[in-house]
Structures are given as structure tokens and as C-alpha cells.
């Protein structure tokens, strides 16, 4: 199976929106509502941020959001914060296994 | 509050195999319906899924490592393992033991801390 195809780097000011593509196929992203996304800082432990989608864990922000539409899930943060720089990564559930992305760094300028 | 810890050698020789034990406290292994996963990151690299298991032992491995793949897991000591044959240097890594948030979800919201599994003679 192939990673998730996300794109390397995205930019924002702060208080701006960026959003994260995450394209896959229909055997994952596209045939499930099973996508999560998270964020990971340097030598830190991955964090969950969204889940099935578009659900968010106890604690995160409402600045993250999460939709999708065919093949292709997507990840919103809005107005922007420092501590938003960091890597994310999507995940969707292909049927009995798991297949990431290829990860995308956000920087906030 | 659920935590997991991964032990194991730090340092493997390339052909020899890859062991690793994942350590959950504050809830039982056995208790819910969760699978318990293992997941990689070479350093510098992404995340890559290697696979998951259930209590009863039933096992799903990604399609990529599944041939040099085996976990089990240890009801009895709260554990669950991760066995990774012929490793090279392309498997050296953090790896993390993981379990989702809750039941029927899909999102890992437990994660070990990770241990780096070094591949060199």
C-alpha cells in the first residue's frame, strides 16, 4: 500500500487559515470515515487531534477541523498560533489495517 | 489514565530480529474492544503503521512489512509484542506501541513515548 499523499511544507501568519490536503484512494480515504490527524512537535510523541474525520478529543483546540470529500481528507486550522508549528499526519483506516501520510510541516511565519 | 511504555534492545544487527514489548497499565488489554498497534518513524522520516492485535490474537499487518511481521500479545502480563525478522538499517526507528481513543473510533489517542531500535554491527 502506498502513503497518503500530502503536501511537504504549508505557510500562514499568524491569526490567518491554512489548510492540509491528504489524498488517498478509494480503498482508504475515500471508502472509509476512519481519518485522524496529528500533530507532532520535534522529539515528541505524536498527538491526536482529530478523529473519524471530523470529531476532536477532549482538549484540543476548536481552531483544528477536519472534512473530507471523495479521496481526499482535510485539515483546517484557523486563526493561526505559534505553537501550531509542527508536523502533522493523516492516517485512514484501509480495511483491517492503517496507512499514514506523507506527513506536511506547517510554519508559521 | 491509560499509559503505555515500549522496552526492549536499542540496538539490533542487521539479518537478526527485532523484539519489542509494549507494557499497558491503568486498563486492562484484555477488557475492551481495542487493537492494540505498533507504529514506526525512521529518524527524520514519517510515521509508518506496522500492524495491530487484539486480545483474543488476532493479528492485521501492513501489506508492506508482513512477511518479517509477528505480534502477540501476553493477557496475563498486560503486554503486547512486536517481532520484526532480517532487519537492515532501513528499520531503524522510534517505535511507538499505540491504542486508539475509545472504542469504534479510529484515532490514536495513547502513545508510548517511543524507543529508538538502532540497526548496525
Known amino acids: 500500500q502506498s502513503a497518503l499523499t500530502q503536501p511537504r511544507s504549508v505557510s500562514g501568519s499568524p491569526g490567518q487559515s491554512v489548510t492540509i490536503s491528504c489524498t488517498g484512494t478509494s480503498s482508504d480515504v475515500g471508502g472509509y470515515n476512519f481519518v485522524s490527524w496529528y500533530q507532532q512537535h520535534p522529539g515528541k510523541v505524536p498527538k491526536l487531534m482529530i478523529y473519524?474525520?471530523?470529531k476532536r478529543p477532549s482538549g484540543v483546540p476548536d481552531r483544528f477541523s477536519g472534512s473530507k470529500s471523495a479521496n481526499t481528507a482535510s485539515l483546517t486550522i484557523s486563526g493561526l498560533q505559534a505553537e501550531d508549528e509542527a508536523d502533522y499526519y493523516c492516517c485512514s483506516y484501509a480495511g483491517n489495517y492503517r496507512v499514514f501520510g506523507t506527513g506536511t510541516q506547517v510554519t508559521v511565519l | 489514565q491509560l499509559q503505555l511504555q515500549e522496552s526492549g534492545p536499542g540496538l539490533v544487527k542487521p539479518s537478526e530480529t527485532l523484539s519489542l514489548t509494549c507494557t499497558v497499565s491503568g486498563g486492562s488489554i484484555s477488557s475492551s474492544n481495542y487493537y492494540w498497534a505498533w507504529i514506526r518513524q525512521p529518524p527524520g522520516k514519517g510515521l509508518e503503521w506496522i500492524g495491530s492485535?487484539?486480545?483474543?490474537?488476532?493479528?492485521y499487518y501492513s501489506p508492506s512489512l508482513k512477511s518479517r511481521v509477528t505480534i502477540s500479545v501476553d493477557t496475563s502480563k498486560n503486554q503486547f509484542s512486536l517481532k520484526l525478522s532480517s532487519v537492515t538499517a532501513a528499520d531503524t526507528a522510534v517505535y511507538y506501541c499505540?491504542?486508539?481513543?475509545?472504542?469504534?473510533?479510529?484515532?490514536?489517542?495513547?502513545w508510548g513515548q517511543g524507543t529508538l531500535v538502532t540497526v548496525s554491527s
Open positions: 473519524d474525520v471530523s
Open positions: 492485535i487484539y486480545y483474543s490474537g488476532s493479528a
Open positions: 499505540a491504542r486508539d481513543l475509545s472504542e469504534y473510533n479510529y484515532g490514536y489517542g495513547y
